[in-house]
């Protein structure tokens, strides 16, 4: 065992499938390590902004802030995300990846495009932040054309990436071959939209026999091609809205002086936030559900508790997530007060029903299949049922017409929100998934170190909790969100909510010192060496070794 | 019950989302403990199905009927286009500067219009009392109506702070002490 060669690691063993997806989740891990070091630099200018590398410059400071959603989110998230649902679909049908290819043009597009998008931030100071509201980003006065242009260009590489990653997807449940070579296209659209749950569910009440006592496709599955509509329509909006910005830049190099004002600042908000919201609330929430099932039916080796209406939440949850996106607009005076109301208050309260039913069954799932024993991909399920049971609700109470007007743009939205959802829910989720794909991926290899791998997840719960609140506690004492405070307002929260960014930094080195010695250096240069066996395909056997494992 | 300020809201939603907050930590460390143990774990309470989902739907609209009943500003909010102000005052934002009408004086109760326009990109108008903390705000877009009809139920002096990033030029878009409210008892905020 060494840092050059690690457990027990070989990477010359591994199937295209399984290098393909350790590509994607390396770059996904760099990537993330990346979004906390620049999380930590802001909570530190907020400390003490003089502290270097920000030195109390504005422009340094939004250029940051700019640049840490997208690599927090695309680099990272959507990376890890994508590279474990490229392994889980040919996993779960047991059939063939479409395309393994493509699987690299998307690791390869992503990381590119998140490399540019960053590059544009350092280099030029691009900072019109992740909203983009028009007409900012094409404000050459305050930006360089040059910035935006690259800027745009990246996040359009993301978005291409992700589109063909939708493509592989789509493609590969569609596939008439192995257990579906007898399925027809309208099968798979029914239960992939989860409408055969709904007629189970209905059935049922009127005493009739089910629709179907065995669905098409498997309930993970169901969830991967519902969240996957949202990424598509999401990617849509996102690419429309850099092709705007990037016509209104390239007119500007060009001479040309277009009014930036003949495109109306709240419809195009709109609009962006109808896309951005999908990744949020359709996107996050229904992948994050689906995640919760898998985790739970793997862990305990068990059916889904009531997995019909899961099934029926999922298609419930596709109206949703395209009717909330009004609850960004609660302070925009301009919004009819209408969509206020239906659509910013009352159907983003459908989420607590959605997201609180997802909660119920996992539970439920676990409880019922108990004793288990504590492993890494239980705990982590339960830290990220944790951090969307604290988050969901944060949601629910700022998507109020009378509680966003004291809360809009604080730090308790950024904070006890988004960053305990995505923190918290969604990483100690896909940290999960990371455990449990684990053995699968890499042919068994020992992990190094079972201490670092609980320090690793201490660290980061107690971290992104903590970090999360004291934001929030700031919000509610009037600290906003986008703002560079210098006189040292709210220090008190700022030096907590720092001590708590740096716990998950350490989390993050102490996770990739345990991921490195496990796989040794070797077998790191081995993953994005070109595979032997080219198997786009997994595991065709009854049962995953973890569940063997999980039983007490 | 009815909250008079945003700090007597703010006080109240701390508390509650406090208790929520421990609560459900607790929840989940109980579930985790009781996962793992050989002998079954008695039920502290039985919560059938049904009663869940009924209880996830009151909480998600009850919220709302909750806020529209307590909070003064909600429905003053939504009819303001019925509401004749006792004040009103225009407010030009461009080029990251605030043009107020002066001093905005105001005594408590009365009902005061803020009408901000921007000619350029898109804002925020946000109120702050002097320990920092916010009173009331709206987006100001480009192209857009931005009125924000609102009620002092307290006195004092408030500074105005663009509540929405428009470039690293908007971090200064700060006025000390903009508006001034009177007509409190003496020595008292209400």
């Not at chain 1, 001479?255 to 609009?271: C, P, Q, R, T």
């Not at chain 1, 301009?334 to 206020?340: L, N, R, S």
């Not at chain 1, 903590?466 to 929260?493: I, N, Q, S, V």
């Not at chain 2, 143990?37 to 059938?48: E, G, L, N, Y």
């Amino acid at each position: 065992m060494s840092v050059m060669s690690g457990t027990n690691f070989d990477a010359s063993k591994l199937t295209a499938l399984q290098k393909v997806t350790l590509r994607a989740v390396v770059m996904s891990f760099l990537f993330y390590g990346l979004a906390s070091i620049e999380g930590t630099l802001m909570r530190m200018a907020l400390i003490n902004p003089s502290l270097p590398p920000i030195e109390g410059h504005a422009a340094h400071y939004f250029s940051i802030m700019t640049v840490h959603p997208i690599i927090g989110i695309f680099g990272s998230t959507y990376q890890l995300v994508f590279a474990a649902f490229m392994f889980l679909i040919p996993y779960l049908t047991k059939k063939p990846l479409y395309s393994v290819g493509v699987a690299n043009f998307v690791w390869i597009m992503i990381t590119l495009g998140s490399a540019l998008a960053w590059i544009a931030a350092f280099v030029w100071s691009y900072a019109p932040l992740y909203t983009l509201y028009w007409p900012l980003p094409a404000d050459t006065e305050q930006f360089k054309v040059i910035g935006g242009i690259v800027f745009i260009v990246g996040v359009a590489l993301i978005m291409v990436g992700t589109l063909a990653f939708i493509y592989n997807i789509y493609a590969t449940i569609f596939a008439k071959v192995g257990i579906h070579a007898n399925k027809t296209t309208k099968e798979l659209l029914i239960s992939g939209f989860g409408i055969d749950g709904m007629l189970n569910l209905i059935n049922k009440l009127r005493g009739k026999p089910p629709y179907t006592k065995e669905p098409a496709l498997s309930l993970p599955v169901v969830a991967i091609f519902r969240g996957t509509v949202d990424t598509f329509l999401d990617a849509l909006v996102i690419l429309g809205a850099g092709i705007l910005v990037l016509v209104y830049l390239i007119a500007d190099a060009s001479g040309l002086s277009w009014n930036v004002h003949a495109i109306d600042a709240l419809l195009y908000k709109n609009f962006f936030w109808w896309g951005l919201d999908l990744v949020a609330d359709g996107l996050v929430l229904i992948y994050v559900a689906g995640s919760w099932y898998l985790l739970a039916t793997l862990i305990t080796g068990e059916k889904l508790f009531m997995e019909n209406v899961a099934r029926a939440a999922l298609l419930l949850e596709l109206f949703v997530s395209w009717m909330v996106w009004s609850h960004h607009l609660l302070a925009d005076q301009g919004q009819p007060e209408m969509m206020k109301l239906i659509s910013g208050e009352m159907v983003t309260a459908f989420e607590l029903l959605t997201q609180g039913l997802a909660l119920f069954i996992t539970l439920m799932t676990l409880w019922k299949a108990r004793p288990l024993k504590m492993t890494f991909p239980l705990k982590y399920l339960l830290g990220g049922l944790l951090g969307f049971g604290l988050a969901v609700p944060a949601a629910i109470i700022q998507a109020d017409m009378g509680m966003n007007r004291i809360l809009h743009n604080t730090q308790w939205i950024i904070g006890a929100h988004v960053h305990i959802a995505l923190l918290t829910g969604l990483y100690m989720t896909l940290y999960s998934v990371v455990y449990v794909l684990w053995p699968l991926v890499t042919n068994d290899t020992k992990l190094y170190s079972t201490k670092l791998a609980n320090a690793h997840y201490w660290l980061h719960l107690i971290g992104s909790i903590g970090m999360g609140a004291f934001m929030g506690m700031a919000g509610l004492e009037g600290m906003l969100r986008r703002h560079f405070y210098m006189d040292g307002e709210f220090r008190t929260f700022m030096i907590l909510a720092g001590i708590s960014a740096i716990m998950m930094v350490t989390a993050w080195v102490l996770f990739m010192i345990n991921i490195i010695m496990s796989v040794g250096i070797k077998g790191l240069i081995g993953i994005f060496l070109p595979a032997k066996d080219d198997t786009a395909t997994f595991g065709i056997e009854p049962q995953p070794s973890v569940v063997a494992q999980q039983k007490a | 019950m009815t909250f008079k300020t945003s700090v007597e809201l703010l006080a109240f939603h701390n508390v509650a989302y406090t208790i929520y907050a421990m609560l459900i930590i607790s929840v989940i460390a109980w579930f985790a403990y009781n996962l793992t143990r050989p002998q079954k774990a008695k039920a502290i309470v039985r919560i059938p199905f049904y009663t869940y989902i009924g209880f996830l739907v009151a909480m998600g609209v009850g919220h709302h009927i909750f806020t529209y009943n307590t909070i003064p500003w909600v429905s003053e909010d939504i009819m303001r286009h019925n509401i004749k102000p006792d004040k009103t005052f225009d407010i030009k934002i461009a080029n990251h500067k605030f043009e107020m009408p002066g001093k905005m004086e105001i005594k408590k109760g009365e009902k005061v219009l803020f009408n901000a326009h921007s000619s350029d990109l898109v804002y925020g108008f946000g109120l702050f009392r002097q320990d920092g903390t916010l009173v009331s705000q709206m987006q100001v877009n480009p192209g857009s109506k931005n009125d924000l009809l609102w009620t002092f139920n307290e006195c004092g002096e408030f500074d105005v702070r663009s509540t929405e990033y428009a470039g690293p030029e908007g971090n200064n878009m700060f006025v000390k002490k903009a508006v001034i409210v009177t007509g409190c008892d003496k020595g008292g905020k209400s």
